[in-house]
Every structure is written in C-alpha cells, then in structure tokens.
C-alpha cells in the first residue's frame, strides 16, 4: 500500500494550527515509504525496533530526528544513545540509568520521555502514578546529568470505549501538569499520547505530540 500523502496533509494541518507535533511511526516500512514523507518535509520517524532504526539511521538522510517509541531493553541503548533523537518508551529508573550511561559515553545529553501506564492491559509497560511521583520528586534526577526528562508517554487500552480512553488520557494530562512543576526550568514540555486510532481524543485532552502509522503508512504486515 502506497503512503497516503493526502491523509499525511491533511493531519498535519490539522495539528499544525493545534501546535501537535507528528511523529511518522514507520516501524516494519521500507525506507522508500520514509523517504516519500521525508521529501515533503518530514523529519521526525517513530521506530519500535532497535536493529530496524540502526539499519535505518545509516541508510537515510542525517537530518532526521529518529524518536524510538518501543519498549527498550537496557543492553540496547548503547546501539542508538549516539543517534536518537527522543526516547519514548523509559519505564524504570535502570533503563534511565542507562540511558544517562551511554549518553556520557556518546558526549550526549538524550531527550526521554518517562512512560506512565494509563491503560487496563497488564502488558503494557510504564511506571504507576505513586512511582513516578516518587523518581519525579526525589533528588536522583538530578544526578542524571546525560539525560533530558522532556515530559510523559502514555498508550491507553486497546479499546473503542471512548469515555474508558478519555479518562487514561485525563489521568495522563494530571500526571503532566503535576509533574511539571518538578523542572522549573522549562524543559518539561511535551505530553506523546495518542496513535492512528484514538489521536483527535488526545489532543482534546492535552496532548501535544501523537505518534501515527498506519493512517499514514496504512496496515503493518508483520508475517514478512
Ligand atoms: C506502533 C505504535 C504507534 C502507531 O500505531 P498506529 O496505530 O499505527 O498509529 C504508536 N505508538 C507506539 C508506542 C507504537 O508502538
């Protein structure tokens, strides 16, 4: 399926008068699929798949901004931190610890974003309101001198229950502005919640980054 540039216009429209950033989630597309978004003038790419975005990243133009949006293992940093662009997915304080670790190897200071868990699955990953609470409010992130804590990611449940998916991402919206006020300085700004399916919901509860694939991309054919 060809990428659907009409519907990529039409979203980033929309979000541009909203002030949302897209993230093109292009996990399992060739990078010729990339590229199309790329000579509109897209930069920023979601990939889930850390041997997938290191494949990527050598073979595509330099100037794009690689958000990795899975779930990361910590014996994998060291693969991306000289490359990444924002981490999404960091959901213990070991994996920001490492996270820190090869940013000091690789002379980076690395964007991350904390991911709290909002949804009813089990499976999905993330800290808990009282654990974020407690690692936003010690003195511990300080230490983390390689890192940039940017704000929150959440996914909510898998489910077409719109008033279940709004209150996740209420929930996610109070747990932003509260940990907000943790940085002073600022650096704390940016809320990623919301996909293909749930995004406009998002956005009217406070989001301002949504990650999108398949509306752009169409279908993931994992059986390749
Ligand atoms: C795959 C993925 C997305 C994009 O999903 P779509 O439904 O295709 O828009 C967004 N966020 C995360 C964390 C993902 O893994």
Redesign the pocket.
Known sequence: MPVNIEQYQTIQQKLLADHVQL?A?S?TKPIEDLQVLYDLGHRAF?E?YVQELVDKETMMPKDIQWHF??HLQSNKVKYIAPFVYMI??VDSEKLLQEINKQGAKAGRVIDCLLQVHIATEETKFGFDGPALHELLSSNRIGQYTNVRIRGL?G?ASFSEDQSLLSTEFTTLKLYFDKAKSAFPNGQFDTL?M????D?ALAIAKGSNM????????G??NYTK
Do not use: E, Q
């Open positions: 993230i989630v996990k979601g889930n949006i899975g999404h997915g990611m996914m990623s919301g996909m293909s399916s995004y949504v990650r999108i694939g398949s509306l752009l991309f279908a993931r």
